[in-house]
């Protein structure tokens, strides 16, 4: 496992680690020689337009399937090598919203939590504490039909860390959300990032999501094009803001893929 | 993992495939009323007009309405199969597969652990049929009640698996109702179910020979000569052989090195 200088110069481990991955579908590449690290406690942005690789990416790393060149470890541990196993620090929050809406939140967490092989109790203590801190513990027993996006995203959220994982994964976690509950969402997940000491990998397309102090990959047409902190690209690219230096590292296309 | 862990999440995908069983009162009516209509409507027409010979396991005359009960039986299991797969195939859609499949334990575990818990389903819609049938006079030996037990597991298995299959191949839930109407009927009507096989080869011999390659029939005849407490071997041989062949062309389909799954389960953007 390597060990790289963190932002605080400290001597840090990281918890996911993608090295040379590149893939295809058929003969498109969807991505091509991707390589970045996350680091506990921060979080990761990866920012880029729709279609450029993000959502390919997540998949290799929850192993949904598998990337057939390159390497991915999860708290030092390879998904090819280790196998399913190599999933168990994960927590993940897809773009697509994956709640069983016949059931209640209690039911939703409970099965996850069985997924996770948390006995009841804990289950249930952990499961209050995470809706608790999503402001959604009065909620927990309703179906989850009945629950609006946001609180459906909370809830989501609340499950990816129910079982204390070390590393975070939002694909666009806050789609279809109006902005209040984005904004809270966005505060909530960095807060969290350190208070646990959690690495989180945040893709996303609206620079306001990305603070300057997080870390920054910008990814398009399958590469990433840039890296650092999200204030160091700014400043490189000498841009006013996020939004400038993402036109011209991606060549003028955010006005269309790219919200602010 | 531990063997904790994987007792807990077997438990828990049985426990959300009831929960979701018990919400949907509409599917066990509809899989009680379907034989149902069998039993009482086609039978009693065709109970006059079919007699059946002694042929094993019967060991007497019997009516048509017993006659058609293990087929019936296995065709709840069929559509519970079928149902089982359209709920997976709806998983993929509305996303809560990912979930299932991102659990860090072994991918055939969950896909086994996900077929027992429809083969659990399905037993509850089997034995409340028979409930229902013993009252329309259809009386079997009470023993092979529970005899016919591990034959139920086993055929369930084998439809489930099937179905499983099914929904590894299946793109998009629109094209479902196709698939079971290409899947469903013509099991169920080319076997043994309706009809004992000699008089299907009286009637026609190329229907005969495709009822033989069935593996519907050979369910229907596991459970008929269970039920009587017997082992029919040939048939345990072929639902046993279905089984192992289905599940592991579906543990083949849905593995992330080799599966197809990737251009289902793949990604919606990004």
Redesign the interface.
């Known amino acids: 496992m390597q060990k790289q200088a963190g932002k605080n110069g400290s001597s840090e481990t990281p918890v996911l680690t993608v090295e040379n991955v590149s893939y295809w579908?058929g003969t498109k590449q969807?991505l091509d020689d991707v390589s970045f690290k996350v680091f506990p406690g921060r979080v990761t942005a990866l920012l880029?337009p729709?279609?450029?690789?993000?959502?390919?990416l997540f998949?290799l790393i929850?192993?949904?399937?598998?990337a057939p060149e390159g390497r991915i470890e999860i708290c030092g541990k390879s998904a090819a090598q280790w196998?399913?196993?190599?999933?168990?620090p994960?927590g993940?929050v897809?773009?697509?919203?994956?709640?069983?809406?016949?059931?209640t939140v209690k039911?939703n967490l409970?099965?996850?939590?069985?997924?996770?092989?948390?006995?009841r109790k804990d289950a249930d203590r952990r499961m209050l504490a995470a809706l608790n801190a999503l402001d959604m513990a009065e909620r927990i027993g309703e179906r989850v039909r009945a629950l609006n996006g946001g609180h459906r995203r909370r809830v989501e959220i609340a499950r990816g860390l129910l079982h204390d994982p070390k590393l975070l994964l939002l694909?666009?976690p806050t789609i279809g959300l109006d902005d209040p509950t984005r904004r809270a969402i966005v505060r909530h997940v960095h807060a969290l990032a350190k208070s646990e000491n959690i690495g989180v990998l945040w893709?996303t397309?609206l620079f306001d999501e990305v603070e300057p102090d997080d870390a920054l990959l910008v990814i398009d047409r399958g590469k990433i094009v840039a890296r650092g902190d999200a204030k160091d690209v700014v400043a490189e690219t000498g841009a006013r803001d996020l939004g400038g230096a993402f036109r011209l590292l991606i060549g003028g296309e955010a006005d269309e893929d790219v919200a602010a | 993992m531990s063997t904790m862990h994987y007792a807990r999440a077997f438990v828990g995908i049985v426990w959300r495939e009831l929960l979701r069983f018990l919400q949907q009162r509409e599917r066990f009516l509809a899989a009680l009323v379907r034989p149902l209509i069998w039993l009482i409507i086609f039978a009693a027409g065709f109970r006059a007009a079919l007699g059946i010979s002694i042929i094993p396991p019967y060991q007497t005359y019997i009516t048509y309405d017993v006659y058609i009960t293990p087929g019936l039986l296995a065709m709840i299991q069929l559509f519970q199969g079928m149902q089982s797969s359209l709920s997976m195939v709806y998983d993929r859609e509305m996303g809560s597969m990912r979930v299932l499949l991102t659990t860090p334990l072994p991918r055939w575990f969950l896909l086994v652990a996900r077929l027992f818990a429809g083969v659990i389903v399905s037993l509850f819609q089997v034995y409340a049929f028979v409930l229902v049938a013993y009252f329309c006079g259809v009386e079997l030996p009470p023993l092979g009640y529970l005899a016919a037990l591990p034959a139920l597991i086993l055929t369930g298995m084998m439809f489930g698996s099937l179905g499983m299959l099914l929904s590894s191949t299946i793109k998009q839930l629109e094209n479902f109702a196709g698939i079971m109407n290409f899947v469903i009927f013509p099991m169920f009507f080319a076997s043994s179910a309706l009809y004992p096989l000699w008089k299907m080869r009286e009637g026609s011999l190329w229907l005969y020979q495709i009822c033989l390659y069935n593996p519907f029939t050979w369910a229907v005849e596991l459970i008929r000569f269970a039920f009587y407490l017997e082992i029919n071997w040939t048939a345990l041989g072929v639902v046993t052989g279905c089984t192992v062949l289905f599940l592991a062309l579906s543990v083949w389909a849905y593995d992330p090195s080799f599966g197809i799954q990737q251009r289902k389960v793949g990604v919606a953007a990004g």
Not at chain 1, 62 to 66: G, H, I, P
Not at chain 1, 83 to 88: E, I, Q, R, T, W
Not at chain 1, 110 to 119: E, H, I, Q, V
């Open positions: 579908y969807a880029g729709n279609g450029a690789g993000k959502s390919t998949s929850t192993r949904l399937f598998d196998g399913a196993k190599a999933l168990a994960l993940v897809f773009q697509q919203p994956t709640l069983d809406l016949d059931l039911q409970r099965y996850f939590a069985a997924l996770r092989g948390l006995n694909d666009e893709a397309h």
